[in-house]
């Protein structure tokens, strides 16, 4: 399944993918496969992305980012600021 939650956080704050290939440490491509679900992120992976985007957003969980709807609340509410 696409993570378009993700994508839009990464759209959001300016970050393109080899940021978040290098944090997870695996390639530009892999982390595109990761991001458009053809391959799946690994707890680990998750955990790490989760941490990144908490620079950003302190209250963010993985639930948002990886499995809930409410990351699109978020971006929305704070393009809209």
């Known amino acids: 399944m696409l993570n378009r939650k993700l994508a ?3 759209t959001l704050y300016n ?3 080899s940021v978040l290939a290098e944090l997870i440490q695996v390639s530009i491509n892999t982390y595109s496969s990761k991001e ?3 391959t ?3 707890q680990k992976e998750m955990i790490e992305i989760t941490n990144f985007f908490r620079k950003f957003e302190p209250d963010i969980t993985m639930d948002d980012i990886f499995f809930i ?3 699109n609340q978020t971006v929305t509410k704070n393009k809209g600021a």
């Open 69 to 71: 709807d409410s990351v």
């Open 15 to 17: 970050i393109n993918q």
């Open 36 to 38: 458009r679900g053809v």
């Open 40 to 42: 799946s992120f690994n």
């Open 8 to 10: 839009s956080l990464r």
